[in-house]
């Protein structure tokens, strides 16, 4: 059975710094492209960032380039996102995913 | 960027009704288009992959078709158990999902 497990989320100050994981287990992990897609509060799916197999490749969404990085380490089968300069609207559940498998979230508040 | 529009934005059906939801690409997509589906304080699930196939497990009452710009999904035989937000996803460029249809029974 694959598992995702997220982690690393919690309250933060606006303009302040989290780091989430996502560990992934019974799950070819260095075969797929991984991303992190978040939730905010009864909104839509938002797709934020995807790694290439290798961790050669990332792409980010617009809304937060130059402050999120994701990154991945294939040797612990661990996905990362590196979260600077946060802001209130970035309070979401966020998710990994392979896209065809998802891990259950992880909520980030940012609030004063 | 490639925009995802999604309707109708919300529905109401009775169990048994066939429900149809498209998803239109501002963009040719060709066929790299997902389904999902997702209860409330759930992570997402992967119905269909490739604008028409479905996920290992799913049952077949889901369906999907299309390619290009324009793509449907149905519900063959709406269930209880279906309620929830389905949302498309496309990924020939950098993943753009669709704003969600909200599926309730009557």
């Known amino acids: 059975q694959v598992q995702l497990v997220e982690s690393g989320g919690g309250v933060v100050r606006p303009g302040r710094s989290l780091r989430l994981s996502c560990a992934a287990s019974?799950?070819?992990?260095?075969?797929?492209?991984m991303h992190w897609v978040r939730q905010a509060p009864g909104k839509g799916l938002e797709w934020v960032a995807v790694?290439?197999?290798?961790?050669?490749?990332?792409y980010h969404a617009d809304s937060v380039k130059g402050r999120f990085t994701i990154s991945r380490d294939n040797s612990k089968n661990t996905l990362y996102l590196q979260m600077n300069s946060l802001r209130v609207e970035d309070t979401a559940v966020y998710y990994c995913?392979?896209?065809?498998?998802w891990g259950q979230g992880t909520l980030v508040i940012v609030s004063s | 960027d490639i925009q995802m529009t999604q309707s109708p934005s919300s529905l109401s059906a009775s169990v048994g009704d066939r429900v149809t939801i498209t998803c239109q690409a501002s963009?040719?997509?060709?066929?790299?288009l997902n389904w999902f589906q997702q209860k409330p304080g759930k992570a997402p699930k992967l119905l269909i992959y490739?604008?028409?196939n479905v996920d290992t497990g799913v049952p077949s009452r889901f369906s999907g078709s299309g390619s290009g710009t324009y793509f449907t999904f149905t519900i063959n035989s709406l269930q209880p158990e279906d309620i929830g937000t389905y949302y498309c996803?496309?990924?020939?460029?950098?993943?753009?999902f669709g704003p969600g249809t909200k599926v309730a029974i009557k």
């Open positions: 963009h040719d997509v060709r066929k790299f």
């Open positions: 019974e799950f070819t992990f260095n075969n797929f492209a």
């Open positions: 995913a392979s896209l065809g498998h």
């Open positions: 790694v290439s197999t290798d961790g050669s490749k990332t």
């Open positions: 490739d604008a028409s």
């Open positions: 996803l496309q990924y020939e460029n950098l993943p753009t």
